[in-house]
């Protein structure tokens, strides 16, 4: 190998600088596929968030539950289980 470098020793370097623009380019075309992609999923996200929560707060509306806190729902009849246990 030392003999092909040193028949072509202005060469080499081009091709080293050509080859490595070449691998930069690469990686520069990949992260933005990826970076794209990732948008893509985070705004898919972002619409199926909206949808789960316009569900929710259709889902509480027919049962006649407006904007009412999720946790102290729950509470609610636990405490009352317990009362009524301890009556």
């Given amino acids: 190998m030392d003999g ?3 028949q072509d020793p202005k ?4 091709d080293m600088t050509a080859f490595v623009q070449n691998l930069l380019q690469q990686m520069q075309s990949r992260f933005q596929t990826m970076s794209d992609s990732i948008v893509t999923k985070i705004d898919d ?3 199926r968030i909206n949808e789960l929560e ?3 707060n259709d889902l509480r ?3 006649g539950v ?5 946790p102290v729902a729950p509470a609610k009849p636990k405490e ?3 009362e009524e ?3």
């Fill in 4 to 6: 092909q470098d040193s």
């Fill in 11 to 14: 060469q080499s370097p081009a």
């Fill in 45 to 47: 996200m972002g619409s």
């Fill in 54 to 56: 316009q569900s929710i």
């Fill in 61 to 63: 509306a027919e049962m």
């Fill in 66 to 70: 407006e904007s009412s806190p999720s």
């Fill in 80 to 82: 009352e289980d317990k």
């Fill in 85 to 87: 246990g301890s009556a």
